[in-house]
């Protein structure tokens, strides 16, 4: 497998065996005592190693949105890698080398052992997303190769953002990717999420999926079929004449009497499930397993086609590109109503889709780059929906935005809030547990 290199790299696999034991001193809690809910303050380096003994192979689901390395100093937070407690950490490990990195070497150093340690702490069916853009991608893409295994990489999302876009930009980019790998993608189970562009008169959201069984074509050639008396149909009473000019054909007339056939008929055509369609007959006109493990019936239309009726477990339809969940701009007027600024925080409604995806109602979430805490808030706002225990735990380096943003804010969530427009936002209820993370 080709792997990446770059300045600094060796030095940092060094250091990785020999990052220092940390601990969490706790610095006072918000709402109900014991949530195990955890806002960490400090780098998440250190954090996360002070996490481990507790935490190791126990957490499901890891969302972060690490600095893109876009270059700007002039966010609330550092975007170019270049904070002064990274210049430090950076000096420390690789002394003055460090000084000749430039912004794409800094950013994989600061990443690499992060990600190593995210690994640990991860289940063995956890999932990791993360958020970036173009800056980083592809750099990325290849570390996470290294850090998880290609066998791991599960899919990129491409989330396409809301918002007005009316900028002099040649390219005017309005999409961002996520990341994800799964600890072994085979356990990843069909998201019980539909996209949010799915209508509310969609077939998608119809608690049975249906489809014709009739298929003409090379590999599906035309063979008979005895649908005995009492084969289900999806009408209460119809006559279907005897016919040579359409599929399927039919020898003689049929009728259906009160909802099933009430005589035995030769079919013929090409079929798409034929042998499943035999066990129904075989089975009593009984519900049969299909090769994915789905409850299949069959029936019988008013137009003399036949139909295969899966039981829809829970809905699942997720495209790779996201779209309708929202935009920094609103997010970030959402958060300015609440009294907090704060530089291109992630919606909630995003954030809330992509926990979905890979949800357990007991779930533990890791957010390391937490920023003004959207991971958490959309945790509680999960729990808050169905009743479910998930717990998160978030590290933020930057003491004023712990503090000032992302404390602030989950404590308003937890208590109410009024939003953009005014109206009353309820509070979720919950608490959690403020820790500094020291050496
Ligand atoms: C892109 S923002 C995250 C925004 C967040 N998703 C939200 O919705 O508000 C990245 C955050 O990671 C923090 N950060 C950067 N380096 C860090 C580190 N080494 N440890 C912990 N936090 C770090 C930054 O201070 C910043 O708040």
Redesign the pocket.
């Known amino acids: 497998m080709p792997t990446l290199h770059w300045r600094g790299k060796e030095a940092i696999i060094a250091h990785v065996a020999r990052v220092p034991d940390a601990s969490l001193l706790s610095d006072g809690s918000h709402g109900v005592a014991d949530s195990g809910n955890l806002l960490v303050e400090?780098?998440?380096?250190i954090?996360l190693k002070a996490l481990l003994p507790d935490y190791r192979g126990r957490v499901k689901c890891v969302?972060?949105?690490?600095?893109?390395n876009t270059g700007s100093e002039r966010w609330?937070?550092?975007?170019n890698?270049n904070?002064p407690?990274?210049q430090r950490?950076l000096a420390e490990v690789m002394g003055s080398a460090s000084a000749e990195l430039d912004r794409h070497d800094r950013w994989l150093c600061?990443m690499y052992p992060?990600l190593l340690l995210l690994r640990e702490l991860l289940r063995d069916d956890g999932v990791i997303m993360i958020?970036i853009d173009d800056s980083e991608l592809h750099h990325l893409r290849a570390v996470m190769d290294e850090v998880f295994g290609e066998s791991r990489y599960f899919t990129t999302l491409v989330w396409r953002s809301a918002g007005n876009f009316d900028n002099q930009a040649r390219i005017k980019h309005c999409h961002e990717y996520v990341l994800v790998y799964a600890m072994d993608p085979a356990r990843v189970a069909m998201p019980p999420v539909l996209d949010p562009a799915v209508g509310a008169r969609s077939k998608l959201r119809r608690a049975a999926i249906r489809n014709t069984i009739v298929k003409n074509g090379p590999k599906n050639p035309v063979s008979e079929v005895l649908l005995p008396a009492g084969f289900p149909a999806a009408v209460n009473s119809a006559r279907i004449a005897a016919r040579e000019d359409r599929w399927p054909r039919y020898a003689q007339d049929a009728h259906i009497v009160h909802g099933v056939l009430a005589h035995e008929v030769r079919v013929a055509s090409g079929w798409s499930s034929k042998s499943i369609l035999q066990a129904f007959i075989a089975n009593g006109f009984e519900a049969v397993t299909d090769s994915r493990g789905q409850a299949t019936r069959f029936e019988l239309t008013a137009s003399g086609a036949i139909e295969s009726v899966k039981e829809r477990r829970h809905a699942s339809h997720v495209l790779s590109v996201l779209g309708d969940l929202g935009s920094?701009q609103a997010?970030a007027a959402v958060?300015a109503a609440m009294g907090l600024h704060?530089?291109?925080?992630?919606?909630?409604a995003l954030?809330e889709y992509l926990l979905s995806l890979f949800d357990e109602r007991d779930a533990i979430v890791l957010?390391?780059?937490?920023?003004?805490?959207?991971?958490a808030h959309a945790v509680m706002a999960m729990n808050a929906r169905d009743g479910g225990q998930r717990r998160w735990l978030l590290?933020?380096?930057?003491g004023a935005?712990a503090r000032q943003?992302?404390a602030e804010r989950l404590r308003l969530a937890m208590a109410g809030y009024r939003d953009a427009r005014g109206a009353w936002v309820a509070g979720l209820g919950g608490g959690f547990q403020y820790c500094r993370a020291e050496r």
């Open positions: 400090g780098d998440n380096l954090a969302y972060v949105d690490p600095p893109y609330v937070y550092n975007d890698v904070a407690a990274i950490w600061m992060r958020s920094t997010q958060l704060f530089s291109f925080p992630k919606p909630l954030v957010d390391c780059f937490a920023g003004s805490g959207t991971t590290v933020e380096m930057d935005i943003v992302t």
